[in-house]
């Protein structure tokens, strides 16, 4: 044990922590689970696997339509984990907090209301060069549809967004910025606060993809002074298949529906239609409700979480690997910013990605391969694809050093 780790191991006890993520205790091809895929989602805690039961052993019903009890706390609970969503990141009021699928549908809103309703041929919008496809494509879908153009902001050698290119790149054309706060395929975490102050110095409004970002660091909305959040549920310890939308007020209210439906009108005749206020403008039909809950259930549970010493061990667990590297062969290292979260993107020479991945996970640890939803990214070093090792406040230093023992062995295969 290095000096380096050990304070941070004393101040956080990620073993007792493991406990109540019942899926980490089995085995995988006959070896104990080591999971490392957090950036693609993150276990789930026994306190929201047994939210999401509850809620449908005693509660389920429909929200703010029925004239009956099990109505009324099932809008309570789904309400209740709004307001939860509104503390969790400082939100000024809970009418800017909507419910979405995800990141992915968070962003496909903007896009489609926001960013349609203003682009005009010509304009620019400037997405990050580390960004994950979903949030690259929805603004090419918007920009086709007006002719305008998005526009990529370069990265540096060592994966952070060239912040003296971003300033030539913001011009009069430009019409939005989007870029995640942390990036998913190398862990590298932007300072976002600069970039969005040097985007409002030129009138431009933000964007800020915060998925990888909720699940690894506290967010303060209101701080950040971002235009718009979106992130996943899946990626902070919650359910899959909600998310959220936070936006500023006044460009919320300024932005046209999107969906059609149920629950985001206020009045309906075949003469025209009123659309409801917000956050129910745009959260047409039967919202996932569970989902809902479960989220806040991870809001509750996260807030139980001594998040600065997580964050210490997640840094502690990423020292670690770095080190153990150096004792590996062949190991390079894609993305290698001074500030970013346990992310460790690789290549093992002489092993394609799919192939080491496989015979990781014969060992029983599981890591993701390939591009990671990031093609630009891993064009820009020249590789097709990288293996992600990603770390979450419950793995531990044995486990890194069993993704290391794996790695050796793996090498001796290829
Ligand atoms: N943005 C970032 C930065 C992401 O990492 C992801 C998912 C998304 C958006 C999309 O989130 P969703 O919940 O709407 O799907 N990233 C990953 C990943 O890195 N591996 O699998 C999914």
Redesign the pocket.
């Known amino acids: 044990m290095t000096p380096a780790r050990a304070p941070a191991v004393a101040a956080f006890d990620a073993g007792r922590l493991r406990a109540q993520f019942p899926i980490l205790a089995q085995q995988v091809n006959g070896k104990p689970l080591v999971y490392l895929d957090n950036?693609?989602t993150t276990q789930k805690p026994v306190a929201v696997i047994e939210a999401i039961a509850s809620y449908y052993r005693e509660i389920n019903s429909n929200v703010h339509r029925g004239a009956h009890a099990l109505s009324d706390r099932a809008t309570s609970a789904f309400e209740g984990a709004r307001d939860a969503v509104c503390r969790f990141i400082n939100s000024p009021s809970r009418e800017q907090v909507i419910w979405t699928r995800?990141?992915?549908?968070s962003i496909n809103l903007v896009a489609a209301t926001f960013a349609r309703s203003r682009l005009r041929a010509g304009d620019e919008i400037l997405v990050s060069g580390l960004a994950?496809h979903?949030?690259i494509v929805p603004w090419q879908l918007a920009a086709e549809a007006a002719g305008a153009k998005v526009v990529s902001i370069p990265v540096t050698d060592d994966a952070r967004l060239d912040l003296e290119a971003f300033a030539r790149l913001l011009g009069e054309r430009t019409r939005l910025v989007a870029l995640?706060h942390v990036?998913?395929?190398m862990g590298t975490v932007h300072p976002v606060e600069r970039i969005i102050a040097m985007a409002h110095a030129a009138g431009v409004p933000v964007l800020l993809?915060g998925?990888?970002a909720v699940g690894h660091m506290p967010v303060d909305v209101q701080a950040l002074d971002c235009d718009f959040y979106a992130f996943?549920g899946?990626?902070m310890f919650g359910p899959t298949g909600i998310?959220v939308l936070y936006g500023k007020r006044e460009w919320l209210e300024s932005m046209p529906p999107w969906q059609g439906g149920g629950e985001m009108i206020e009045t309906v005749s075949f003469e025209g239609t009123r659309y409801a206020a917000l956050p129910y403008r745009f959260e047409a039909g039967t919202p996932h409700i569970a989902g809902a809950v479960g989220l806040g259930a991870a809001i509750e549970w996260l807030a139980g979480i001594d998040r600065a010493a997580a964050t210490a061990h997640e840094d502690a667990l990423l020292a670690h690997a770095l080190e153990l590297a150096r004792e590996l062969p062949g190991f390079r290292l894609v993305g290698s910013a001074p500030h970013k979260v346990a992310v460790l993107s690789f290549l093992l020479e002489g092993g394609h990605p799919q192939d080491v991945g496989t015979l990781l996970d014969q060992q029983g640890v599981a890591v993701?391969t390939g591009h990671?939803?990031a093609q630009p990214l891993m064009a820009r070093f020249g590789v097709p694809g990288t293996i992600r090792a990603s770390f979450s406040l419950y793995n531990t230093h044995a486990e890194v050093e069993g993704l290391f023992a794996a790695l050796h062995k793996v090498r001796s295969f290829l």
């Open positions: 950036a693609a995800g990141t992915t549908e994950h979903s949030n995640e990036s998913n395929a993809d998925a990888q996943s899946h990626k998310g993701r990671h939803c």
